[in-house]
């Protein structure tokens, strides 16, 4: 879990980066607009792909955990 939040955290660092000199690099309010709504659609999409990468991941040591307390070994 700590990689997924690791990577998320510096994916999240170099977009952050790169919105911002788009941002500056905007010379009128469409263009905002439009760097906003491309922003949002990412950045839901990136989220969506965290948790579910989280999930997982609780999906496979929950299973493991029971496959272990199931079978009586460590």
């Not at 510096?10 to 790169?18: I, K």
């Not at 922003?39 to 969506?48: F, L, Y």
């Not at 948790?51 to 299973?63: I, K, N, Y």
Request: net charge negative.
């Amino acid at each position: 879990m700590h990689e997924a939040q690791l990577e998320a955290a510096t994916e999240a660092h170099a977009d952050a980066d790169a919105t911002r000199k788009a941002i500056l690099a905007a010379t009128d309010a469409s263009q905002l607009m439009n760097l906003y709504a491309q922003w949002a659609a990412a950045n839901a999409e990136k989220s969506a792909a965290y948790w579910r990468s989280l999930f997982e991941t609780v999906m496979q040591t929950d299973a493991a955990v029971a496959k272990c307390v199931g079978s009586g070994t460590p």
